[in-house]
C-alpha cells in the first residue's frame, strides 16, 4: 500500500468550523475548549446571577445548561457520552457557568458539544507546541497516533496498529512462500490489546 493513500486530503469540508487554539469554537452566547480528556463549556452571563438562578441538568449522555425561566443556551443529546461523577459546574464570580465534562472516552476529540449544533473540523485539532513540548515521549506518541488513526479511520483506511499488523503478514508471508495463504485473513475485531489473530481457510 502507498504512503499516498495516507496522505490527509488538502480540501476540508467547507460545513466545518476551523477550531479555535483551545481546540473548541466560540459562539458568542458559549464557547467551549476542549482537551482528550473533558470538554471546557462556559456560558457568559449578566452579572449578578446567583446560583440558585442556575440551571444545569448533566446526565452521561445529555446536558440542559442555562437559567431558570429562559430558554436553555444548550440542551440536548452531547456528542459523546461523559462520566457524570466527575464531571461539574461552577458559577464564575456571578458572571459566568463554567462546566466541566470528562469524557469517557478520553481518546477522542469532539466535533460539537450537543449533537445538533454546528461542528468543527476535528482533523484540524493540533495540540499547542508549548504543551506537546512538555510531555515525555511516549505520551507525545499516543497523541500522535491518536490523531493519525482518527484520520485513517475517516478515510476508511487501516489504523497504524491494523497497518503493522498486515506489513508483518505480509513479511511472514515472504519468509514462508512454502505456505498456502490465498485463504488468510485477518481479524481485528478482537478485545483491545488482544492484537488481533491470522486465521486460514480449510
Known sequence: MSTEEFTTPEESNPNLLVPSSGAGYDF?????????????????????????????????????????????VLSGKLHERVKVDDSTWTLVDGKMIHVYLEKLDGMKWWSCVVQGEKQIDTQKIVPENSKLSDLDGD???????????QRAKAMGLPTSEEKQKLDFLEKFKKQHPELDFSKAKMNFGGSEGSGGEFSFGN
Not at 440558585?52 to 448533566?58: E, G, M, P, Q, S
Not at 497523541?143 to 493519525?148: A, L, Q
Request: no cysteine; aromatic share 8%.
Open 139 to 149: 505520551i507525545r506518541q499516543t497523541v500522535e497516533k491518536m490523531m493519525y488513526d
Open 28 to 72: 458568542g452566547h458559549y464557547h467551549f475548549i476542549q482537551t482528550l480528556a473533558a470538554v471546557d463549556v462556559f456560558v457568559p452571563l449578566a452579572e449578578g446571577v446567583k446560583s440558585r438562578d442556575v440551571l444545569v441538568n448533566i446526565t452521561s449522555s445529555s446536558i440542559q445548561l442555562g437559567l431558570k425561566g429562559k430558554d436553555p
